[in-house]
């Protein structure tokens, strides 16, 4: 599976910007996605997942109601549509992907980065105060 993610800029506070994230290969294979985020000298860290068999998603507590995952399953793309976003969330953002296989023994929803086989290239995000 590979991921190509995209979007992202430079917005100022109370802004918004989207994220796509376009799968494919081995796309059948998908079990879930995520978007990560990384803030420089902090870990990378979730911020929504979207289950591919089920639709069912899991929002951070950092973001519930200003962000929103949206899941294409049609054209094998997740898109994040952030509002009111804040200087906090300057980051970058990463998608990733773990498969059915991958999955085995982790428990939805997955949190945590190890719990993702492939990534894409992550994509700059930048709020200004």
């Known amino acids: 599976v590979q991921l190509q993610a995209s979007g992202g800029g430079l917005v100022q506070a109370g802004g918004s910007l989207s994220l796509s994230c376009v799968a494919s290969?081995?796309?059948?294979?998908?079990?879930?996605m995520g978007w990560f985020r990384q803030s420089p000298g902090k870990e990378r860290e979730l911020v929504v997942a979207v289950n591919w068999s089920d639709g069912s998603t899991h929002y951070e507590d950092s973001v519930p109601g200003r962000f929103i995952i949206f899941l294409d399953k049609n054209e094998n793309t997740v898109l994040l549509q952030m509002n009111s976003l804040k200087p906090e969330d300057t980051a970058v953002f990463y998608c990733?992907?773990?498969?059915?296989?991958?999955?085995?023994?982790?428990?939805?929803?997955?949190?945590?980065?190890?719990?993702?086989?492939?990534w894409g290239r992550g994509t700059q995000v930048t709020v200004s105060s």
């Open positions: 290969g081995d796309t059948f294979s998908v079990y879930a």
């Open positions: 990733a992907a773990v498969t059915h296989i991958f999955r085995q023994g982790s428990r939805w929803p997955f949190k945590m980065p190890y719990e993702y086989e492939f």
